[in-house]
């Protein structure tokens, strides 16, 4: 089980970098905000992840939050966008 968390944990961290190279490059705002709200996923699954390798259920609670608060977030800039007529720059 130990494997499948640890092969989990990397491919999680290979995309953050991905989804952290899409948020600094130059790009639409929109684009940006699907990388962040990517990057708010990884970070919820992978808090998942230590959640289920240990007892404590912390991690658990920070997840569902950090879960919770990335979807405000991602609501929040797709209704900013809307409201500027759907022109990105």
Known sequence: MRLAEN?????LVLAAV??????????LLGDRAVAF???TAIITCALLIVAARSDDGLPLDLA???????FLAAVTIARFIESRG???Q
């Open 37 to 39: 709200d990517l990057l």
């Open 18 to 27: 991905v989804a952290v190279a899409r948020i600094v490059r130059p790009s």
């Open 64 to 70: 569902l939050l950090f879960g919770l608060l990335g």
């Open 86 to 88: 759907g022109e990105e």
């Open 7 to 11: 092969v989990a944990l990397v491919v």
